[in-house]
């Protein structure tokens, strides 16, 4: 009988059998290492990966004001300006803002003082982090491409004015990995009152594989950090006794599904972020328990309190989350644009800034003083990154009788921590606080400056997409050597 024959059919070689005969002996089983090696790989995207060079910095933590921090009432001391208070501010009356006519020059609603062996300026609004100035490098000079909440929310987080590419902690998790096994490597703590403007593709991985994008946990306190992690309890029985093996058959279904769709990057995220939520059964539960906090480290975020409580939770889980091994944590302090009430919901202040300031800037102080004082003890704060940014600025000019416009052209990021050189300053608004003047900057240079501390080459963190290779910094971006200690 030919023994390639069986019950009278031909019997047909396939590829890995033809490229084991090919090979043979130890070259097939080289090959199949090699593809063994290869198909883990693919199963754990999120595996560690080494950085191009040594790095400052291991994590990051973002804090991002919604709404558009004002400048020139917070780190940005313009005493011209406050000379001219109450001068007309476009003489010519050609000017035109983005929702308004300019109206008189508008000083700081709060004074400023010198902090610091530094000296830096900083006005009343901020006093606790004032006396963190000597960690914190300040970027005067940051400008955006839009004057639209949205847009330029989408600019600062992924550097594309438009949606659909990947944010900054995408592409961050993308070009290391995780360190973590049982918390996602990119998490994002949206304000307990509601998501930003532009919802969640500030945090999305845009035309990356989907398993690199944030994963959102709710901040509050005595709820679930993630919805339906648990089954209901009318089902808590009965899965008890049959969990593994339900389990088991689940993640064979799945490996047959994805099997069926290669190269489909959002199932493969589903079936991991579902394998992912089984262990976070027991990881985020602890993570977000707050009782082995010792009083005084509670007393210090202020969790008691009723309005900087929630703000100062966030803080506290961010420290935890880095702790833990998670890359990148996003904060956000202030959620999605409305009318105001009491108060803006979040830093928008077109009607009464010493209102809504007034209310955000306590929150802000409390919890960012909080969380680099806490990062310092620990040991933590030289190999994570704070950041702390806002969309856009506002107007050196009066809007209405106590608000400011909105203004793309001047706004303040800062940067403490992780390999930044603390108590200086990079670039300078004009006399007023109108437009930046002294080497201008945009999100691309503060990307490149973090993902240089975290070892990675802003040029070649590449991904290649509708045949061009992308960056998160597009083509654009220089590392602010200035901030680096």
């Known amino acids: 009988m030919n023994p390639s024959r069986c019950s009278g059919h031909q019997r047909f070689v396939n590829r890995r059998d033809f490229l084991w005969q090919l090979g043979g002996g130890l070259g097939g089983v080289a090959l199949t290492a090699m593809m063994?090696?290869?198909g883990e790989g693919a199963k754990n995207p999120l595996a560690p990966k080494p950085p191009l060079f040594a790095p400052k910095a291991k994590a990051v933590i973002q804090i991002f004001c919604p709404g558009g921090l004002s400048h020139i009432d917070s780190w940005d001391y313009k005493p011209e300006l406050a000379r001219r208070n109450g001068q007309p501010f476009d003489a010519d009356g050609k000017l035109q803002f983005f929702a308004s006519k300019p109206g008189s020059c508008q000083g700081s609603y709060w004074p400023f003082r010198q902090h610091g062996q530094c000296g830096r300026w900083m006005s009343d609004l901020?006093?606790?982090?004032?006396?963190c100035v000597d960690d914190i490098g300040f970027i005067h000079s940051m400008q955006s491409k839009s004057a639209l909440h949205g847009p330029a929310m989408f600019m600062a987080n992924t550097?594309?004015?438009?949606?659909?590419f990947p944010s900054m902690g995408a592409w961050v998790t993308y070009g290391l990995g995780s360190e973590s096994d049982n918390l996602p490597s990119f998490v994002v703590l949206p304000d307990p009152r509601g998501l930003p403007p532009g919802g969640v593709i500030n945090w999305g991985a845009g035309f990356l594989p989907a398993v690199y994008q944030g994963t959102p946990?709710?901040?509050d306190a005595g709820t679930a950090p993630i919805a339906d992690l648990f089954p209901p309890k009318s089902f808590a029985d009965s899965l008890a006794s049959g969990e593994k093996e339900g389990r088991d058959f689940l993640r064979e279904l799945n490996t047959r599904h994805a099997a069926e769709h290669v190269g489909n990057s959002?199932?493969?995220a589903r079936i991991s972020a579902y394998e992912l939520a089984a262990r976070l059964q027991l990881s985020a539960p602890e993570v977000t328990g707050l009782r082995g906090e010792s009083d005084t480290m509670q007393?210090?975020?202020?969790?008691?309190?009723e309005d900087l409580g929630p703000f100062g939770r966030q803080c506290l889980l961010a420290r935890r989350l880095v702790e833990r091994g998670v890359r990148f944590v996003q904060i956000y302090c202030g959620a999605e644009n409305t009318t105001a009430k009491k108060i803006r919901p979040n830093w928008d202040s077109h009607e009464d800034l010493v209102r809504d300031h007034g209310y955000w800037g306590p929150i802000l102080d409390n919890g960012a003083a909080a969380l680099l004082k806490d990062l310092r003890q620990r040991g933590l704060l030289d190999s994570t990154l704070v950041i702390c940014t806002t969309e856009f600025g506002r107007q050196p000019a009066a809007q209405g009788k106590g608000g400011r416009d909105h203004n793309p052209g001047a706004f303040t990021a800062w940067m403490a921590g992780g390999g930044i050189k603390g108590g200086v300053a990079y670039g300078a608004t004009d006399e007023l606080g109108f437009k930046a003047a002294q080497h201008p900057a945009y999100c691309y240079d503060l990307h490149a400056t973090a993902?240089?501390?975290?070892?990675?080459d802003h040029e070649k963190l590449s991904f290649y997409h509708n045949g061009i290779q992308r960056r998160l910094t597009d083509v654009h971006g220089e590392v602010i050597d200035e901030l680096l200690a």
């Open 36 to 38: 063994a090696k290869a």
């Open 126 to 131: 901020f006093p606790q982090l004032a006396t």
């Open 299 to 305: 007393d210090l975020y202020r969790l008691a309190h």
């Open 451 to 456: 993902l240089q501390l975290l070892g990675l």
């Open 159 to 164: 550097g594309f004015i438009l949606p659909g």
């Open 217 to 219: 946990l709710n901040t």
């Open 266 to 268: 959002e199932l493969e």
